[in-house]
């Protein structure tokens, strides 16, 4: 006779759950990928002494020479002889008491050189005379001062060894003249045009540089 078919036998719960946690621990193990290990880092070499980087030094800036002044101390009469003032206009005599009113004979003074003074003796207009005798540098500083606020003017001297200019400001002509070093100034309110100081700025010229 067959025998009845016998019932399983029934799991106790906590058999069941510990067989579930053996099985997921299989399963994770297995699909679980090792980290890779940190890459190591290496320090960069210490710099030595040759490659370390170097500041360049500052650039050196060299002063300008010094100039010394050129004293030039001449009598009055040496600048323009008394025929030469005559031959000018014969009512100009030596100015009383003068003393450089212009800007620009001031500065000559400044530079170490001579200023002079003719009046005329019934108007009293004064014509000032300044000569200095001026180093290098200072000598080309003028000479393009000159061309900057000046008009040039051939007939005073043939450049580069004469350069002559003149302008009229305010009522007072002003010519200027440079030759072999020296810088000469003729200024008066009776100079309008560069032809009125002609003969004075040739006398001077010829009487200072030769």
Known sequence: MPRPNAPLPRLRPA?????????LALVLSACTVPSASPAE???PPAATGSAAATVPAEPTIEPEPT????PFE???D???TPDQVYAFNPNYGTAPDYAPSAATIAAVVAASGTACGWSNQTSGEVIEVGVAALPEHAYELQVGDAAMHSNPVPTYGTPPEVEGFFRQSGGVGQAQVF?????IVVESPVLFEPGDAQGLVADVVANVVG
């Open 41 to 43: 880092t290496t320090a």
């Open 15 to 23: 058999v069941l759950a510990a067989a579930g946690a053996t099985a």
């Open 67 to 70: 100039e010394e002044p050129i």
């Open 179 to 183: 030759a072999d070093g020296y810088w």
């Open 78 to 80: 040496e600048l323009l």
């Open 74 to 76: 001449v009598a009055c």
